[in-house]
């Protein structure tokens, strides 16, 4: 279920806490490694290299897993929420799962040092909480605080942590150690994840689970079809993808140096941050 | 690179440099080798920004009359390809694709591979044009880069957020063309050339495998 390669959020919502302990057992698991080519091939060393997947048998088997799971389960799922839900109440549940992810997305903002995307992630949670009738409506883009992608992976790039080799995970899909950790960090400072047991509380955080999945799977059921219908080999062509796209936001977040402090103030300038290039 | 042109617009071979594409090329060869002399920056005939943005923005909205157009599926998917044909430099980026394996191949396979590329390129495109309507296209801004001229626009369709789409375009082929769209920070040919090179890397780094995998792609639909 590599549901958030093309998809232009991270949507995952609470399937989060699935994750947390999914990419626990992962690292248990990890012990099919690719042999490198001979030195006597450097055109192939170098591919090796540039792919940066040593532990590609192992990320097969889980893809081939996931994949199985989700042509069974998810993508039906997907696809039936699609056929019986009208448009306009999915993108209001879509609108009501962003919202809840605000607040980590906040924390995530500050923590990457930008404070006009920490503003905009602020602004869109008063906003919408409230005109927006807790998230229903994104009142907020419209009066001019667009939402971002933002997550404690991302942070981690603008501290200059490179990404490390590909790992495609159980459930989660494609990523790597350090978006795996940026997962689990945003799992554990979700309030979600302290506020409140009981009943009441699961019911909402599995329904937010549930709902979660569908509306991140139905967002990319097109795309998704597509690669497996296109690509002669999807393993890779996925992994391709989601490391341009993860490459490009964390670009698109580095670049983002919105003026904070009055024009008369005067400008320092910003070192580049050192995050690798894949 | 200016000053560069500026050399050539000096010499008299300026003169008959209207068109002719042979002549252009000899021109621009006997310039580079200028340039080289005087340690100038040798770009090849790298469009200028504003060509790369109107040629885009004409492209575009031929793509887009041609995508939200009354006819059926299959008009469509013909307008499509005449597009295609003409603004689009299949042969740079089908050989970018096939990266180092293209010096292995031999010329039959070159020659091959490009048919099916052009084939399956063509037909991945046209199997599209059911899904979009509506869509709409505005150009931003451009900026030179290495391979080209990257000009960026936002593609809008309903009902779905904005997306940005990148479109790199080079004079390599002789005229203005297409040689890779970026949608989202993805780069289409990086992503056919890492799948390309997964499948050739999985069946003994044989060119012929992909050809046969290419065919078999083009006969299917």
Same mark, same amino acid.
């Given at each position: 279920m590599p549901v958030n390669v093309l998809s232009s959020r991270r949507r995952f919502g609470s399937l989060r806490r699935w994750g947390l302990c999914a990419s626990g057992a992962v690292i248990v698991a990890l012990a099919g490694c690719a042999t490198p080519p001979p030195a006597s091939q450097p055109d192939a060393l170098a591919d090796f290299r540039e792919t940066n997947d040593p532990l590609e048998p192992t990320n097969r088997v889980f893809y081939a897993v996931n994949n199985g799971i989700d042509t069974v389960l998810l993508r039906?799922?997907?696809?039936? %929420?699609?056929?019986?839900?009208?448009?306009? /109440?999915?993108?209001?549940?879509?609108?009501?799962?962003?919202?809840?992810g605000m607040p980590v997305q906040l924390i995530d903002d500050m923590f990457a040092a930008k404070p006009r995307r920490a503003g905009d992630t602020l602004m869109r949670l008063l906003i919408n909480s409230t005109i927006g009738v807790a998230g229903v409506f994104d009142v907020a883009t419209d009066w001019g605080w667009p939402d971002h992608e933002s997550d404690a992976g991302m942070t981690l790039a603008l501290w200059g942590i490179s990404e490390g080799p590909y790992l495609f995970l159980p459930i989660l899909g494609p990523s790597n150690p350090r978006d795996a950790t940026g997962f689990g960090v945003d799992v554990a400072i979700s309030p979600s994840t302290w506020v409140g047991q009981?009943?009441?509380?699961? !019911? /909402?955080? %599995?329904?937010? =689970?549930?709902?979660? !999945? =569908?509306?991140?799977?139905?967002?990319? =059921?097109?795309?998704?079809? $597509? /690669? $497996?219908?296109?690509? =002669?080999?999807?393993?890779?062509? /996925?992994?391709?993808? %989601?490391?341009?796209?993860?490459?490009?936001?964390?670009?698109?977040a580095q670049a983002d140096e919105q003026a904070t402090v009055p024009a008369w103030f005067p400008a320092t300038p910003i070192p580049p941050n050192g995050a690798a290039k894949p | 690179m200016t000053g560069y042109t500026k050399l050539i617009g000096q010499t008299p071979v300026s003169q008959?440099?209207?068109?002719?594409?042979?002549g252009r090329r000899t021109v621009l060869a006997a310039g580079c080798s200028l340039a080289l002399a005087f340690a100038l920056p040798a770009a090849a005939a790298e469009p200028s920004v504003s060509q790369a943005t109107d040629f885009v923005d004409r492209t575009g909205h031929e793509l887009m009359t041609a995508v939200n157009g009354p006819g059926t &599926?299959?008009? #469509?998917?013909?307008?499509?390809? &005449?597009?295609?044909d003409r603004a689009v430099d299949v042969n740079t980026i089908g050989r970018f694709c096939l990266g180092r394996f293209w010096r292995q191949a031999t010329p039959q396979q070159q #020659?091959?591979?490009?048919?099916?590329f052009h084939r399956v390129l063509v037909q991945n495109i046209t199997g599209k044009v059911g899904e979009y309507e509506g869509v709409s296209l505005v150009v931003n801004r451009a900026a030179p880069r290495e391979d080209g001229i990257a000009v960026t626009t936002t593609v809008t369709?309903?009902?779905?957020?904005p997306n940005r789409v990148d479109w790199l375009v080079s004079n390599e082929s002789g005229s203005l063309r297409i040689i890779d769209v970026i949608a989202e920070g993805t780069s289409l040919r990086l992503t056919q050339r890492n799948d390309y090179t997964a499948y050739l890397g999985r069946n003994?780094?044989?060119?012929?495998?992909?050809?046969?995998?290419?065919?078999k792609q083009a006969s299917g639909a």
């Open positions: 039906p799922a997907a696809v039936a %929420y699609r056929y019986v839900v009208p448009e306009t /109440i999915r993108s209001h549940t879509h609108n009501v799962l962003t919202n809840l009981g009943t009441v509380v699961n !019911a /909402i955080n %599995y329904s937010r =689970l549930g709902l979660g !999945a =569908l509306d991140a799977r139905s967002q990319v =059921l097109d795309s998704l079809d $597509k /690669i $497996k219908e296109q690509a =002669l080999d999807p393993y890779a062509t /996925i992994r391709s993808l %989601y490391r341009q796209h993860r490459q490009s936001t964390i670009d698109d | 008959g440099f209207s068109g002719n594409p042979m &599926t299959k008009d #469509k998917g013909a307008a499509l390809q &005449t597009i295609i #020659k091959d591979y490009i048919d099916l369709r309903p009902n779905s957020a003994n780094n044989d060119v012929q495998a992909l050809i046969d995998a290419l065919k």
